[in-house]
């Protein structure tokens, strides 16, 4: 059973930035469309990256122009460069395969807030 372990959050104040780390364990990392997702309090979680296998990327609108998804299939690794963040990304922040296939890992918690 793949595990997803996810890392890099923390507190940030608006116009920050940070980079999350998302290592999958125990599968073909590479073949999967990989994606990362966000789940504020009272609201269901939401897709706001995914990346190819070949690195093709798409993103949310609300997140287009600050967010960028990268991998690096030799490490299973995906990331998360956010910038510019805005209180309204405070949430925990998950990967998965997208759509996501595979058990949730814990999650990393970021809180955007002066």
């Known amino acids: 059973q793949v595990q997803l372990v996810e890392s890099g959050g923390g507190l940030v104040q608006p116009g920050g930035s940070l980079r999350l780390s998302c290592g999958a364990s125990g599968r073909a990392f590479s073949i999967y469309v990989m994606g990362w997702f966000r789940q504020a309090p009272g609201k269901q979680r939401e897709l706001v990256a995914r990346?190819?296998?070949?690195?093709?990327?798409n993103y949310a609108d609300s997140v287009k122009g600050r967010f960028t998804i990268s991998r690096d299939n030799a490490k299973n690794t995906v990331y998360l460069q956010m910038n510019s963040l805005k209180p309204e990304d405070t949430a925990v922040y998950y990967c998965?395969?997208?759509?996501?296939?595979?058990?949730w890992g814990q999650g990393t918690q970021v809180t955007v807030s002066s």
């Open positions: 998965n395969t997208s759509p996501a296939i595979w058990n």
């Open positions: 990346i190819t296998s070949g690195g093709s990327t």
